[in-house]
């Protein structure tokens, strides 16, 4: 904090305070000229590494692990899919249905999706998908899948619709699930306690 004083105080300082003869600035003053230049240093330092730093990175929207950037689009199943950054985040955005072959590779969503996909690409169903109600397999293939991701960011299959909305290229079709129903166990009943 810096206090004003008046020319009386002055003329009252002691000598450490006040200016000598030859024109020498006080002690206090030489060194808040010292901190005021340290901080005007720091803050200009500051301001050029602030200004060669680079802003966000556009993400790459990934289908089955290759990369695409903001603005390409792809077809997949029959449908358009656009790659968009939604603040550092890639993202695929379902678009109009087309009538033609897919323009990339279709796995189905035989495995997790980070690193293989990103959020919005849509996949026929596979074993993977498989899942058990009660003791009855719900066949995976029966269903698209679309990449989601929970609160954490962490990516998942979604059901999406019935595979019937997946265009199917030619010489490839639905594979059907080999699993049975004996990998699902029949949930035991549990009654409250009285």
């Not at 004996?182 to 549990?190: E, F, I, M, N, Y």
Request: with cysteine.
């Amino acid at each position: 904090m810096l206090t004003i004083e008046s020319d009386s105080t002055v003329r009252t300082a002691s000598p450490k305070h006040r200016r000598s003869s030859a024109g020498a600035r006080p002690v206090w003053v030489r060194g808040m000229a010292c901190a005021v230049a340290a901080v005007a240093a720091v803050s200009f330092v500051g301001a050029a590494v602030a200004g060669a730093t680079p802003g966000p990175a556009t993400a790459e929207c990934l289908w089955n692990g290759g990369g695409f950037a903001a603005g390409s689009t792809v077809v997949a199943g029959g449908s358009g899919y656009t790659c968009t950054d939604q603040g550092g985040a890639p993202r695929w955005v379902h678009g109009a249905a087309v009538n033609r072959a897919s323009t990339v590779a279709n796995p189905g969503a035989a495995m997790r999706p980070a690193g293989v996909f990103s959020a919005g690409a849509v996949q026929p169903g596979t074993e993977y998908t498989d899942y058990c109600v009660g003791s009855q397999l719900i066949d995976g293939s029966e269903s698209q899948y679309e990449v989601v991701a929970d609160g954490d960011g962490t990516l998942f299959w979604k059901a999406a619709g019935p595979i019937s909305q997946w265009t199917f290229d030619s010489g490839t079709g639905r594979v059907p699930s080999t699993n049975s129903a004996s990998l699902c166990q029949q949930d035991p009943v549990l009654w409250p306690q009285n």
